[in-house]
Every structure is written in C-alpha cells, then in structure tokens.
C-alpha cells in the first residue's frame, strides 16, 4: 500500500541553524500538508500546498518558515533560524483531490533544537 | 474557528470490555470527522472518516458515528484488546481553502489485560 515517507525521522540542530525536513507524499496526490506535534500537546497545522503554491497557512507558519516542491515527488518544510520552541514531532500528510478524502500521514521527524 | 475537544484524556478498561471516545467540535460545517491512533513516539494511523453526509462509518471492531447538529463524534471499539493501547485522535477538516484538520487532544487508552 502506498505510503507517506519521511526523513530524516530524527534531527538534532543547533539555535540558530536552518534546517530542511523531506517528505515524500503518495504519487497520485495534489494536496500537501505540514503539522507539528509539541511533546504533550495536539497535532497543529502548519500549512497546506496545492498547485505549486501555499492554500492556507497558521499564525505559526511565519517568515521562518517556508515550503517547497522542488520536484515532481519531494515537498520540504525548511525553518530558516531554529529555535528552541521549534523542537516537535513534524507530520507530512497528502491526499488526492475532493472534499472527502482521508488525509494520510507519514511517520513523522522528530526535530530537536539544542 | 473550529475548536476539538476530546473527553476523557485517559481511559483504562479491561480486555474484552469496549470502548467509548468522545469527540466533540464547536464547528457544526465541517466536511469530514478523521479518527487516528498514535502510538508513542509514532506517526498518526488514519482508522476511519466519515463524512459529513453520513452518520455512522464500521470498519472491522471499530465504528464512528456523527452528529452535526451537536456537534458530536463517537468511536466505539468492540471487545478490547491490549494491543488497543494507543492514544486516539479526532481531527474535523474545516472550510477554509487548504482543508486543514483541526485535532483533539487525543485520548490515551490502556487495555489492561
């Protein structure tokens, strides 16, 4: 069955550095999404890509942070100047076309900020 | 601006007894209801959606029920079993243009054996 992949699954940065998180979405998807998971807290959205540009975005999603399709099958989340706060489990989620299709997450990167 | 809640935040049953999560959302237009398990350090498993113009989506041990109107969603698991423990999350998707889910706290469930 196809599936969302991720990598790395776990980062370690310093504050300060920039870092790029990888996802790999289902091949047939239009519809690119980027949460994030504080430890203890709920799932948050961050931004939603569809055609090659941002749909949606949270308050969260500041100039810090910005997306990419850099090809026809990656879609990255790049965080220009870590900061601690930004430490968190980051979920990648595709899905095809319609206003009733299940979101389907990959495994996650777990990002740490020293 | 879609609020999910879910009560309680932990459960503990027995093996064999069912379980009963509740999710509740103050955003009665939603498109859809999504339940996921986490398991700890892990990725969200997507278990059922049901869609707005439904009422009730079964899937194996597992059926989820919606009420717009009270802005209400139920997942039911028939005969617990320990490898259930997991944390369960419900997520509506608004709207808005990208569609983005809005999640609950999760409920963290223990089926003791």
């Known amino acids: 069955e196809p599936e969302v992949t991720q990598t790395p699954s776990h980062q370690v940065t310093q504050m300060g550095q920039e870092v790029i998180l990888r996802c790999v979405p289902i091949?047939?998807?239009?519809?690119f999404y980027w949460y994030r998971q504080i430890l203890g807290q709920k799932v948050e959205f961050l931004v939603s890509f569809y055609n090659n540009e941002i749909s949606e975005k949270s308050e969260i999603f500041d100039d810090q942070f910005s997306v990419e399709r850099p090809d026809g099958s990656n879609f990255t989340l790049k965080i220009r100047s870590t900061k601690l706060e930004d430490s968190a489990m980051y979920f990648c989620?595709?899905?095809?076309?319609?206003?009733?299709?299940?979101?389907?997450f990959g495994p996650g990167t777990r990002l740490l900020v020293l | 601006k879609q609020e999910v809640t879910q009560i309680p935040a932990a459960l503990s049953v027995p093996e064999g007894e069912n379980l009963v999560l509740n999710c509740s959302f103050t955003d009665s237009a939603i498109y859809n209801l999504q339940w996921f398990r986490q398991d700890p350090g892990k990725g969200l498993t997507s278990l059922l959606l049901?869609?707005?113009?439904?009422r009730e989506q079964t899937s194996g041990r597992l059926n989820a029920s919606l009420d717009k109107s009270s802005g209400r969603s139920t997942l039911y698991i028939a005969a617990s079993q320990p490898g259930d423990s997991a944390t369960y999350l419900c997520a509506g998707r608004s709207g808005a243009a990208g569609n983005k889910l809005t999640f609950g706290g999760g409920t963290r469930v223990l089926v003791k054996p």
């Open positions: 989620a595709s899905r095809i076309p319609g206003r009733q299709e299940t979101q389907y």
């Open positions: 091949s047939n998807h239009l519809y």
């Open positions: 049901i869609q707005s113009s439904q």
